[in-house]
């Protein structure tokens, strides 16, 4: 009586032991499902909270950087330039005229705008926090296509922030 009193002992204290390993996996998988959805709806707030729009687009078909401006017209104060997306579609001043789209590259300055990049020129009314665009503020952009444009061809920019939201405009060159 003795021996099955020490083994079914042995056995209790095992499942016991075993029961509180896995707790803590548990809860550990527990926390990084909760991080995630926590990490989520706050992506999807902030892409709520995002609004911009393109306006003033304007490109000189080759004679410089194309221009436009882009209002954050959201709640979302907007400064990851770096993972900005700026797609242009353009027909090429080329034989035959191709139809190029390029993503272009954030460039930190606009001095020397190399082929291929963009840059902000300048945050109209940057009061709030300097070097970021804040709700209600215009950015003034530069965007580099690789080629020069052909004259009367049709110029479209595709312009996203680092949360998804994203704005197009087109223009014929002049």
């Given at each position: 009586?003795?021996?099955s ?15 509180m ?114 709700p ?39």
């Amino acid at each position: 009586m003795g021996l099955s009193i020490a083994i079914s002992g042995g056995i209790v204290i095992f499942s016991i032991i075993y029961a509180m390993m896995s707790f803590s996996t548990v809860v550990d998988d527990a926390t990084k499902i909760s991080t995630s959805q926590t990490q989520m709806s706050n992506n999807l707030f902030s892409r709520l909270q995002t609004n911009i729009s393109i306006s003033s687009l304007h490109d000189n078909r080759g004679a410089g950087p194309a221009t436009f401006k882009i209002n954050d017209t959201g709640n979302t104060v907007l400064w990851n330039y770096n993972s900005f997306d700026v797609i242009v579609t353009y027909q090429e001043n080329a034989t035959n005229n191709p139809i190029l789209t390029e993503i272009l590259k954030y460039a930190n300055t606009c001095s020397g705008l190399a082929a291929g990049q963009w840059c902000i020129l300048q945050i109209q009314n940057d009061n709030i926090h300097p070097g970021m665009l804040d709700p209600s503020e215009v950015a003034v952009i530069n965007a580099q296509p690789s080629n020069p444009t052909l004259g009367g061809g049709i110029f479209t920019v595709e312009f996203g922030t680092d949360n998804g939201v994203t704005t197009s405009s087109s223009v014929k060159t002049t």
